[in-house]
């Protein structure tokens, strides 16, 4: 596990694992752009996303550092976002299974 903050957990994943489950079913993804920025929202469940190609995690009032590809597990109510802050960066995506999940809101 990364050096994560309270209530969150990053592990470093193979990027075969990524491109496996992006092929399931029930897969949702968000895709960024070079500099764009999904805003920090919660949810009322623990959240469980998988990310590849995104450089960093946001959190209120922290960011942290992300691998290329990677498991980021909330603790319930833990607000969080993700961004894309290198103009030269490649596309990255964030992907989930959750059910209730509404659409990441994308701030370009």
């Not at 103009?87 to 964030?94: D, E, I, K, L, Q």
Request: hydrophobic share 45%; glycine share 6%; proline share 6%.
């Amino acid at each position: 596990m990364l050096g994560s903050p309270k209530g969150i957990a990053v592990f470093s994943i193979p990027t075969l694992l990524f491109s496996i489950l992006r092929k399931l079913p029930t897969w949702h993804e968000t895709k960024l752009a070079a500099t764009d920025r999904i805003s920090l929202h919660y949810h009322k469940y623990a959240a469980v996303y998988f990310i590849q190609g995104i450089r960093r995690l946001e959190l209120r009032g922290d960011t942290v550092a992300l691998p290329r590809c990677a498991i980021a597990v909330f603790k319930r109510d833990t607000a969080h976002g993700w961004q894309q802050v290198d103009p030269a960066a490649t596309v990255g995506f964030v992907g989930h299974f959750h059910r209730n999940h509404q659409p990441h809101r994308v701030i370009a």
